[in-house]
């Protein structure tokens, strides 16, 4: 309960401080009287009760072990996010095991043999929230991201829509309007809102970029922070938004567009180590070849009567609580910002069209784009890009002509009081509740096949059949899988995978039924889950209960030759691998670790070549050698090189002085 109230307060501290620091005595109130004690409102169900809002009721829902701990009929409060309690959630706390380890996170042990965490963008590994967040456990952590992407949403908005001489109330109302919409509550607990919470804030440092060297310095952070945010997809989106903006801005001005483009080249090298081994990882990821198997995966709604009407009544939608519907509500409804929003800004544009064409022009041209349409069907590359969170874009535009229309026509104090209240309560009903408060026992509650399998020695590799512990879910109890979903892993490790009967026909990935022994051998899978009532001969049954049925495998090993060899392993941490050999003969070796780019491998301290495969393969000379293998993501000491070059860019962006004459 302490640490549930601690990861709701902390970040409202921290907002209140920065309020205060920044000497703004507008903002300070606009914080410490709006902003804050709305964002505590809404988060009130889980700091009241001590839950989080991350959706762990979704594990008993539909996944053994945990459904056999909740009646037959149990529905989760929001079955649509089931995204961070089977993958982001995870992602974090494999990172947060690293970290408080003194080890770089570079990998994932417990998922696909040792699959890409650091290079996998959605992990954010490097994003403050993370880093910020180690204190903290993954059933809290949740509330303390929410919490702090909600107020930096908030308070960016505000100071965007000031820079834009707004008044404090107007650029409270729009950004209670964006704070609190849809795409922002529907996405909280996804990487998505790492970037679009910042999006007001990146704009407001493209105006500061005009001003001055020092307005590109904070530019270039912005960027950044919001590169490393974990979903180059929205910053794409963002762009679309934000370039036409800062052309628009700087338009005859060349020693503003020359701050900008400095700002935006300098924040782009800071965030080198990690897009050049994000860009590395494209190549043998599973990304792009899932999508051209699943192209509905990426399509964006269809452009109908009834989705433009999201905008206005996103209650009349596709169900918000359940994945089944065909378009459900994360990806149909979430451009909605309020009704009086929307209403204000068509006033907005009514009365100073002229004056505020950047924006009713962006919205005409970008609304095209969230939508399906045959033209960006036939586009390579832009038509396996998620197009349809360009809403957020079109929220965000609202919001911004929602704020004009208000200074425009809203004169007595009392409806510019009022206003921004009755904007919070009609977000408020709509998704106050979307992130349901879950209690401490769904966390991937302990069951007795659970303890059994945390209770055998050594690192234990498991294979789950039939949905059971669904990939990423075993990290949470130090178990590795050999599964793997995570739209970056390896692509030859998944074929080998496949080979043995890995479905990948649907959302999640899995094995229908044990596979073949040579398989688990290979892999050194020792033991194979299966639901309750499963029966096969293929192992020898270990543990049958009412939440799973465990087999095992005696003749599982870790590494494999094709000569005699005796040896000796001894794992230096999840990156480095140790390995005395004494063989007999010339032959191979390998291992069950995933080949991934980035291993390499030196034999007595020199140089030694792996071979290119699914697995980790090398060649073995007669006599006794060690072997150690290390991994370090491809390109990351060239991002380091950037950074550190970006860095000293920085420095001289703040110290440089800015003339008119520029």
């Given amino acids: 309960m302490i640490e549930i109230l601690l990861a709701a307060f902390v970040p409202c501290a921290l907002a209140g401080f920065l309020a205060v620091a920044a000497r703004d005595v507008d903002l300070r109130r606009a914080t410490l009287f709006w902003f804050i004690p709305l964002t505590l409102l809404w988060f009130s169900p889980c700091w009241l009760t001590g839950s989080s809002p991350a959706a762990f009721d979704y594990l008993a829902q539909d996944l053994y072990p945990w459904k056999a701990l909740v009646q037959n009929g149990f529905r989760a409060g929001n079955a649509l996010l089931s995204d961070p309690p089977l993958q982001f959630i995870p992602w974090r706390e494999v990172a947060r095991i690293s970290i408080l380890h003194g080890e770089m996170p570079y990998l994932n042990p417990f998922a696909g043999a040792g699959s890409i965490l650091w290079a996998n963008p959605q992990a954010a590994v490097l994003f403050p929230l993370t880093l910020l967040g180690l204190p903290f456990s993954s059933f ?51 990487p998505h809102t790492n970037v679009t919470v910042l999006l007001p804030l990146l704009l407001w440092g493209i105006v500061q970029s005009r001003r001055s060297w020092r307005g590109a310095a904070a530019f270039a952070v912005i960027l950044f922070v919001m590169l490393i945010g974990g979903h180059p997809e929205s910053v794409v989106h963002i762009a679309l938004l934000a370039i036409p903006f800062a052309v628009a801005r700087a338009w005859g001005d060349r020693a503003a567009l020359r701050r900008i483009f400095a700002g935006g080249l300098v924040g782009c090298a800071l965030a080198g180590p990690a897009l050049i081994p994000f860009a590395a990882t494209l190549r043998t990821g599973e990304r792009l070849e899932r999508i051209e198997r699943q192209r509905d995966l990426a399509a964006p709604p269809h452009l109908t009567v009834a989705n433009l009407a999201g905008f206005i009544a996103p209650a009349l939608l596709s169900d918000r609580r359940s994945p089944d519907a065909e378009e459900n509500f994360n990806e149909v409804a979430t451009q909605y910002v309020g009704v009086i929003a929307f209403i204000l800004a068509i006033v907005a544009i009514v009365r100073e069209a002229r004056r505020l064409r950047f924006w009713w022009v ?90 059994f399998l945390a209770s055998q020695p050594g690192p234990l590799r498991f294979c789950g059949v039939g949905g059971v512990l669904l990939p990423n879910t075993g990290a949470m109890w130090r178990l590795e899988d050999v599964g793997v979903h995570d739209p970056v892993a390896f692509e030859q490790y998944l074929q080998l995978l496949e080979r043995g009967g890995y479905d990948r026909r649907f959302y999640f990935n899995l094995f229908h039924r044990i596979p073949p022994r040579p398989l688990l051998d290979l892999l050194d899978v020792r033991y194979v889950v299966a639901p309750p009532g499963y029966r096969s001969s293929a192992l020898p049954l270990v543990y049958r209960g009412s939440d799973v049925s465990i087999y095992f495998n005696r003749d599982a090993s870790a590494i494999h030759a094709t000569s005699s060899l005796t040896f000796a392993k001894r794992r230096i941490g999840t990156n480095h691998l140790s390995i005395a050999v004494k063989s007999v003969s010339a032959g191979e070796m390998w291992i069950s670790q995933a080949g991934l780019p980035g291993w390499s491998l030196l034999k007595d301290g020199r140089h030694w070549p792996l071979t290119a495969s699914p697995l980790l393969r090398w060649r073995v000379p007669p006599g006794p050698s060690t072997f150690e293998l290390s991994y370090l993501p491809p390109g990351l000491s060239a991002g380091c090189w950037l950074f550190a070059l970006a860095g000293a860019a920085l420095l001289l962006m703040l110290v440089r002085p800015s003339s008119q004459s520029e």
């Avoid at 396996?384 to 208000?406: E, S, W």
Wanted: net charge positive; proline share 6%; glycine share 4%.
């Fill in 140 to 190: 809290a952590w949740p509330l303390f991201s929410a919490t702090a992407k909600v107020l930096c949403g908030l308070m960016a908005s505000y100071l965007f829509l000031r820079s834009e001489s707004l008044s404090q109330h107007a650029a409270i109302f729009g950004a209670i309007s964006y704070g609190f919409c849809a795409f922002t509550i529907a996405f909280l607990l996804f």
């Fill in 362 to 451: 962006s919205f005409l041209c970008l609304l095209p784009l969230a939508f399906r349409s045959p033209l960006l069907d036939s586009i390579p590359l832009v038509n396996l890009v998620m197009n349809g969170r360009i809403r957020v874009i079109l929220g965000f535009i609202v919001a911004v002509l929602a704020a004009q229309g208000f200074d425009a026509v809203i004169r007595k104090r009392v409806w510019r009081l009022a206003l921004p209240l009755l904007a919070f309560a009609d977000l408020a009903l709509l998704l106050v509740a979307y992130n349901t408060p879950v209690a401490p026992e769904f966390y991937y509650a302990a069951t007795p096949g659970l303890r």
